[in-house]
Nanobody, 121 residues
Framework: DVQLVESGGGSGQAGGSLRLSCAASGSTGCMAWFRQAPGQARVGVAA????????FYADSVGGRFTISKDNGKNTTYLDMNNLKPDDTAIYYCAAAGSNAWYPLRSSAYNWWGQGTQVTVS
């Protein structure tokens, strides 16, 4: 199994920025970030191919969030800019066991991090 450890969550102000990191214990396929707000279902936010060449974003974060990865460190990042209160949620890192590209489909991902809280006020 692959272990995923997230870091970088916390509190931010509307209009500000935060960076999330997800360190994987081994090599993976596609990577993604999902989030779950209180009382709502978990939804996909952004995804990236193993080589980092292709990204996909939910409409709600396009133009504000950027997903990237450092394969040398087995780490995936989510840079969140121009934060809004609606971005408040628990953010989860997800890793697929294959390179199949189903960017924001949760069933495509085999391993999940423990989640990190992001609160925007």
């Amino acid at each position: 199994d692959v272990q995923l450890v997230e870091s970088g969550g916390g509190s931010g102000q509307a209009g500000g920025s935060l960076r999330l990191s997800c360190a994987a214990s081994g090599s993976t396929g596609c990577m993604a970030w999902f989030r779950q707000a209180p009382g709502q279902a978990r939804v996909g936010v952004a995804a990236i191919t193993p080589d980092g060449a292709r990204q996909f974003y939910a409409d709600s974060v396009g133009g504000r969030f950027t997903i990237s990865k450092d394969n040398g460190k087995n780490t995936t990042y989510l840079d969140m800019n121009n934060l809004k209160p609606d971005d408040t949620a628990i953010y989860y890192c997800a890793a697929a066991g294959s390179n199949a590209w189903y960017p924001l489909r949760s069933s495509a991902y085999n391993w999940w991090g423990q989640g990190t809280q992001v609160t925007v006020s």
